[in-house]
DNA sequence: CGAGCACCTTGATCTAGATCAAATGGATCA
DNA sequence: TGATCCATTTGATCTAGATCAAGGTGCTCG
């Protein structure tokens, strides 16, 4: 009976990404058996209120499918995405208390929920889940870096062309010698307009325009339902040397 | 003889910040001298690098005075600064490989040094400090986050008044009861101009422009070696409620 | 004490991107 | 088959903040 429930809870996990990339792969079979007889799936179709700012989760979520979104509000209605979570992401943070943003679902999603206690005890016994835990969130703050330096210090076109290529390369993961075998590479934005606006830090017409801009010149042609053909990847990460050709760093280097 | 080093130790940490915020409080004797132990102080000179981006550090730090910034540089020369390190704050990510951001003294800066493996060693046996190690990450990541959103959607005047407020709250860390006592409040910036405007994503003149407008309403008084006086901290709150008076929400809330 | 230098301020102008306003297109549904 | 409701595109205009360009200010050092 026992392994029988230990043979079905494997057999649910087989074609997880949580278990290929996420928490679940670092798992002992012990551990793992543990965490997924104590799970369960939830469904949010696009748009749904995961999880509201202010409130203390009740569960960690791994993704499973589908793309959710951080985002945090300002008092006047202004919205600003300050993460997104792929399959095989997490979502809460372990041992916090309140959450400082909230989780809503971009596409539809699907989740697999841990009770808060599970992980944490896991966490605190398995020296793996921890080490797991504290990669996971090292890799969030250097993403949540890079998209500082977006933010803070890259124009509307290069924004749109990291943002392209981010997607780019989350579905194509070429291997580092890339093969370039179709050079028609077709990705699914999953954002609209809106969410691309509101993760970017600029406006829906800006983005719009800047696709257009983009579609224009050849370099992506836009397909229908949130997907795009990228045509010409190198004129995307060109947009990104934002050094004028010819010419070295504008002044000395500042310290 | 052991004793006596252990109690030399446990001496030169007495006042040290890193002891009463930051990991050491953490740690048991045990462990503390065992740290202690391996640590040296080093001092660096305002403008000077700690680490470059792109190497591994060997050691991790703890920032014991002053402040200590992150930045990337873009192709062209830009930077960002994309993290301020205070007292009791950790500089390198255990466990991890190359650094991702240079490290450079934004002021005098003494740090508390320690070699790789022995943190890193020190994190695999004792529970507490990886745990410590997680808290102190995911609150980066929690700050990162708050940076979006001003990089993201606020405006000059905001990102100006949102950092003086945070340098002010993190000097005179008032209780939760206000006392206001003393209405005028001295702080200290520590950042030069170019520094500021490399941290809130703005340029230089600005920066300067906007200061010189609570300077002229008399919301600051600016003083010499970047010191300021907050005279009215109300009027710095109320330019972050950013919402107009008197009306709700713009329109209907996205979801 | 004045030259040199780093930092900061102030002014004039320009522009990327925001804002305001319509038009278009694509789904769903009765 | 068109009416409704979206998301998206496109156009016209405006403006916050960038950029370009001088001046100040205060420091160190000969």
Redesign the interface.
């Known amino acids: 009976m026992k392994w029988q429930r230990m043979h079905k809870a494997r057999a649910n996990c087989v074609a997880c990404p949580v278990l290929s990339q996420g928490l679940c792969g670092a798992l002992n079979d012990q551990e793992a058996l543990r965490l997924s007889s104590v799970s369960w799936h939830r469904r949010f179709s696009a748009?749904q209120?995961i999880h509201a700012e202010g409130e203390k989760p009740s569960y960690f979520c791994a993704v499973m499918t589908g793309v959710v979104k951080?985002m945090?509000s300002?008092?006047?209605?202004?919205?600003?995405i300050?993460?997104l979570l792929l399959p095989g992401d997490f979502l809460g943070?372990?041992?916090?208390g309140d959450s400082?943003?909230s989780a809503?679902a971009a596409t539809n999603v699907r989740l697999c929920s841990f009770p808060r206690a599970v992980v944490e005890g896991l966490a605190?016994e398995s020296?793996v889940v921890?080490?797991w835990?504290?990669?996971h969130?090292?890799d969030?703050?250097?993403k949540?870096?890079?998209?500082?330096?977006l933010?803070?210090?890259?124009s509307a076109e290069q924004r749109i062309a990291t943002f392209i290529l981010s997607v780019m390369r989350s579905t194509h993961f070429e291997d580092a010698a890339a093969p370039k075998s179709c050079d028609e590479i077709l990705i699914e934005l999953s954002l609209s307009r809106?969410e691309m606006a509101?993760y970017?830090?600029l406006t829906i017409e800006t983005v719009s325009r800047q696709i257009a801009r983009l579609r224009e010149r050849g370099v992506i042609k836009v397909g229908a339902s949130r997907t795009m053909i990228i045509r010409q990847p190198e004129a995307l990460e060109a947009t990104?040397?934002?050094?004028?050709p010819g010419e070295g760093?504008?002044?000395t280097?500042?310290?």
């Open positions: 748009g209120i951080l945090k300002l008092p006047n209605g202004d919205q600003q300050v993460g943070r372990p041992f916090g400082r943003s809503i605190s020296r921890e080490r835990l504290l990669d969130v090292s969030e703050l250097e949540a870096q890079d998209w500082i330096v933010l803070g210090r890259m809106t509101d970017l830090g990104l040397e934002a050094a004028l760093p504008k002044s280097v500042r310290i």
